[in-house]
């Protein structure tokens, strides 16, 4: 019943968000992608518009059922031939190595339930140079103030949030995971509660 009201009202949820320029931080970076393309948790389908015409193939990752559903609503209305959608969960992805050139996360690797598992994951099915392309918001680490509400907030926030984390340091996973940054940006993400504001955006490349 839960993941079913945030499947309903996931678009709504987020619309100021993504009209305060979290739509446009998508359009920017998934000119990027190429070639076969992997995204992860992408929910009801915010990407879909972006990606381009000249990509291969697109594989969407969703194990949310209800969150999949309306996806699959979603999908004819950009007349995407080449999609395929799959309930696999990031910390094991049924997929042999080195099988795409390109990955997105876009607010996902906040509430996978082991995030170096899951980039673990993401290097080995990247081709080699391959791009991992990402959004997501994370600890604070600049304003201790706020990083502190992360800290007390993050229990009560990830039962309201599907397993959200407020307080990751994605960067310093990403890149320990094996990865370079080939562009990074750090910005607050207008429209959403302040302890999910802090966020970084960029391209990374499988080393």
Same mark, same amino acid.
């Given at each position: 019943m839960y993941q079913w009201l945030v499947s309903k009202?996931? *678009?709504n949820i987020m619309k100021d !968000?993504? *009209?305060k320029g979290l739509r446009d931080w998508r359009q920017m970076l998934l000119k990027n992608s190429s070639g *076969?393309?992997?995204?992860?948790g992408c929910g009801t389908g915010a990407n879909l518009e972006f990606y381009p015409s000249t990509i291969k193939r697109l594989v969407l990752i969703e194990p949310n059922l209800h969150m999949c559903q309306k996806l699959k609503e979603k999908i004819p209305v950009y +007349?995407?031939?080449n999609i395929e959608?799959?309930?696999d969960k990031a910390e094991h992805l049924s997929f042999a190595d080195a099988s795409f050139d390109t990955v997105v996360c876009t607010l996902v690797l906040c509430s996978v339930s082991n995030l170096e598992k899951a980039l673990s994951e993401i290097h080995r099915i990247l081709r080699p140079k391959g791009k991992l392309i990402f959004i997501e918001h994370v600890a604070a680490t600049n304003n201790p103030k706020r990083y502190r509400w992360q800290r007390r907030l993050e229990f009560l926030w990830k039962h309201i949030a599907a397993g959200c984390h407020t307080a990751r340091n994605t960067e310093e996973a990403i890149i +320990? !995971?094996?990865f370079n940054m080939l562009e990074l940006?750090?910005?607050s993400m207008r429209g959403v509660p302040p302890i999910v504001r802090p966020s970084i955006r960029g391209v990374a490349i499988r080393g």
């Open positions: 009202f996931y *678009d !968000a993504e *009209d *076969d393309v992997l995204e992860l +007349k995407m031939n959608i799959l309930n +320990k !995971a094996g940006s750090r910005q």
